[in-house]
């Protein structure tokens, strides 16, 4: 059984940095595209970024310049370092994998709010 593990998240003053890490366990072959989205209260659930196996990266435009994603493929491990935080980012954090030969995998959530 795979599972997607998030940590990383919690309150932070605008401007502030946060840190998200995803780490996929289980049994598989291998993990394509990784990524975040979240859901805003009230709001559908969104791209954040995605990363690919090669190391693409694709970005929300309302991210870009300020949130950058990475993986670790020996760790099977996926990050979103976040820096100026605004309050519109406050949301549930989504971590997805593609995991092979398996299929669509979503993390359990971490919940990143910004607020003074």
């Known amino acids: 059984q795979v599972q997607l593990v998030e940590s990383g998240g919690g309150l932070v003053q605008p401007g502030g940095s946060l840190r998200l890490s995803c780490a996929a366990s289980g049994r598989f072959y291998a993990i394509n595209n990784m990524g975040w989205y979240r859901q805003a209260p009230g709001k559908q659930r969104e791209l954040v970024a995605t990363?690919?196996?090669?190391?693409?990266?694709n970005y929300a435009d309302s991210v870009k310049g300020r949130f950058t994603i990475s993986r670790d493929n020996a760790k099977n491990t996926v990050y979103l370092q976040m820096n100026s935080l605004k309050p519109d980012d406050t949301a549930v954090y989504y971590c997805?994998?593609?995991?092979?030969?398996?299929?669509?995998?979503w993390g359990q959530g971490t919940q990143v709010t910004v607020s003074s």
């Open positions: 997805n994998a593609e995991i092979i030969p398996i299929g669509d995998y």
């Open positions: 990363i690919s196996s090669g190391g693409r990266t």
